[in-house]
């Protein structure tokens, strides 16, 4: 596989890009995007059977149940940078090793009922407080330890809508190409 191909399977929709200023129609669109988005991973892996939960989405990859575990993860860290960024001023925030969580046990193995459930009950109170903030609430900011990186509430709010699309599309670019959908 060469470079260009395996750069299309990691990122199948491109790397998330940031404007420097966010339109109220781009936050409108990406709370739209995190509140529908627990039914759209729900239709897309309903029917999978275990064989396939466990099969991985390009070589050296996650399989398609640690995808879904890991969206659990990072998205309940991403729920409580939102927090931290709402109730403190620019907090330094924990940031945490995304292939080591995901090769822990629940995630290789645990049900993904489980995150499915989860990721439905952490968008719900998600988007019902992003809806609630203010223009000031939005320019509210952490900062990521690594290379201390500032990130303002509407910028996350994009990160995480862009990563909702980014492994929807794993997991249904792997549905096509193995004729499962």
């Not at 223009?135 to 509210?140: S, V, W």
Request: charged share 20%.
């Amino acid at each position: 596989m060469n470079n260009s191909s395996l750069e299309q399977l990691k990122f199948p929709i491109g790397h998330f890009n940031c404007h420097k200023e966010i339109s109220d129609s781009e936050i409108s669109k990406w709370i739209t995007v995190l509140e529908n988005f627990p039914q759209k991973l729900q239709s897309l892996v309903a029917n999978l059977s275990e064989q396939q939960l466990n099969t991985v989405y390009r070589p050296g990859g996650w399989t398609v149940k640690q995808l879904i575990h890991h969206i659990a993860d990072s998205h309940h860290h991403s729920y409580t940078r939102f927090k931290w960024a709402l109730a403190e001023d620019n907090p330094i925030i924990k940031a945490y090793e995304e292939k080591d969580w995901a090769s822990l046990v629940d995630s290789r193995t645990a049900p993904i009922a489980l995150s499915l459930n989860y990721i439905t009950a952490l968008h719900a109170k998600m988007v019902f407080m992003l809806k609630g903030l203010s223009p000031e609430d939005l320019q509210r900011c952490y900062v990521h330890p690594v290379g201390k990186v500032v990130v303002s509430i509407s910028e996350n709010m994009g990160k995480y809508a862009w990563h909702c699309n980014h492994h929807y599309a794993h997991i249904e670019n792997l549905c096509n190409s193995k004729g499962w959908l």
